[in-house]
């Protein structure tokens, strides 16, 4: 009988493990990963300098290409280029979901129709091509989107937010100055349904993102999602020894950093208004930093001064100080010239170093000019910080405390935004 006993309760104990251990990797399995960084692929595209992230949207998934647009409050879709999911829903109006997205307007769709981008009785969302101006009613939508995460080195599983909100744009804003085949514009704004904004609040991680764009057509630059290391080859943390400033936040949803002075091989830029040039705006959309008339040519004329002994031949437009190229020596830094300080903080010696890579540009064989363009008298900012001056630098926004870390050229550090390893993306999705 003791035998019999001893035996039953092995035979027990043993069958409870098992059924333990099963349930235990069940439960395991079916857990949605809940990762603290996400990444997406973004390249630049030959035809407009645009940068274009790559997204996974729908039911079933479908990978999309988008502009990337730091004052864009949230991510525009053309609904109306064959827009198929099965989980694709409109919020009616006065829904939670349209007062996160602070929509206050009830949209009625003139179709007899309905389909994805027109619904009755949905919110309304004013949309905006970021290259033309270009603005219309659009449709609040939600939908499922999925995007890799990572631990900072390559992407991870894929995983999903289930009812990710964006705005269905008319297709006819969505077209001219954008690269071809895209399907709209991702917003990285300061907005309660831009994609930072979402992703943090939905995954719980802080609501910061990092941008790196590349400055080589065909290779891929990345936007992170979440707290660092970003890993660029070879295993170089650049999201280390960052610079921050405090930014400010547009009407719009637009990032402003303040710039006191401007300085070549330390000599200052002159007439500079009382308190210092005032907000300049950070845009991806825009190609080369723009300034204000006055500026413009006052920094032309100091970087001729600065750049003794080559030859100014004529310029090329829309540029307003151009040289011989010939005369131009080379170094890791890009073209050799006078370096550019953007001065955040006088006080306490902060400033945005622009090397010659990000500084010069060749708009034609034998021909070097000055990457700085002339905005007109009243620009939307006295200083518009474009992507040719972004290439190559890390930009992290750490929105809960309004502050920029930057690293100036990454070429000083022997790596670029081209090194992130995307080469061992994961095909797994969380379930």
């Known amino acids: 009988m003791a035998s019999f006993l001893h035996n039953f309760l092995l035979f027990f104990c043993s069958l409870s493990l098992i059924i333990l251990t099963s349930s235990a990797t069940k439960s395991q399995t079916h857990v949605p990963i809940r990762p603290n960084k996400l990444v997406l692929k973004v390249q630049k595209d030959r035809a407009t300098n645009l ?20 004052t864009g409050r949230f991510l525009s879709v053309n609904c109306e280029n064959q827009y198929t999911s099965s989980t694709y829903k409109a919020p009616v109006c006065h829904s939670s979901q349209c007062a996160r997205a602070n929509s206050h307007t009830c949209r009625t769709c003139s179709s007899s129709k309905t389909r994805p981008g027109c619904h009755t009785n949905a919110c309304g969302l004013l949309t905006t091509n970021p290259v033309t101006q270009q603005s219309a009613q659009g449709e609040l939508a939600e939908d499922v989107l999925k995007i890799p995460s990572t631990q900072g080195s390559s992407p991870g599983a894929m995983v999903t937010y289930p009812h990710f909100l964006f705005a269905c744009a008319p297709s006819n804003i969505l077209q001219k100055g954008l690269p071809k085949n895209v399907q709209g514009v991702a917003g990285l704004g300061h907005s309660p349904i831009s994609l930072p904004y979402q992703l943090a609040s939905h995954f719980g991680f802080p609501p910061k993102f990092a941008v790196c764009l590349t400055s080589s057509p065909g290779k891929n630059g990345a936007v992170f999602f979440g707290e660092g290391p970003y ?24 990032y402003y950093i303040n710039v006191q002075s401007i300085k070549i091989n330390n000599a200052m830029l002159p ?3 009382k308190g210092g040039f005032g907000g300049a705006m950070i845009s991806t959309t825009t190609p080369y930093t723009t300034l204000q008339t006055p500026i413009f040519r ?3 004329q100091l970087f001729m001064n600065q ?14 100080a151009c040289f011989d190229a010939n005369r131009i020596p080379t170094s890791k830094m890009g073209p050799t010239v006078p370096s550019i300080d953007l001065v ?21 064989p034998g021909v070097m000019c000055l990457a700085f363009v002339d905005g007109g008298m009243r620009p939307k900012a006295p200083i518009v910080i474009g992507t040719q001056q972004l290439e190559d630098n890390l930009l992290q926004f750490d929105l809960m405390n309004s502050r920029l870390g930057f690293s100036s050229s990454l070429l000083f550090r022997r790596t670029n935004c081209a090194n992130f390893n995307f080469g061992t993306s994961s095909t797994n999705t969380d379930p």
């Open 307 to 320: 750049l003794r002994g080559v030859p100014h031949v004529k310029p090329v437009a829309p540029f307003g």
């Open 51 to 70: 940068h274009v992230a790559q997204i996974h949207k729908r039911t079933p998934l479908v990978q999309f290409p988008f502009v990337i647009d730091l």
């Open 298 to 300: 006052a920094l032309n």
């Open 231 to 254: 890993f660029m080859k070879p295993g170089i943390d650049v999201s280390r020894q960052l610079t921050y400033a405090p930014f400010t936040i547009g009407q719009q949803g637009e």
């Open 344 to 364: 955040l903080d006088n006080k306490k010696n902060i400033m945005w170093r622009i090397f010659g890579a990000n500084a010069m540009i060749q708009p034609r």
């Open 271 to 273: 007439s500079i208004p």
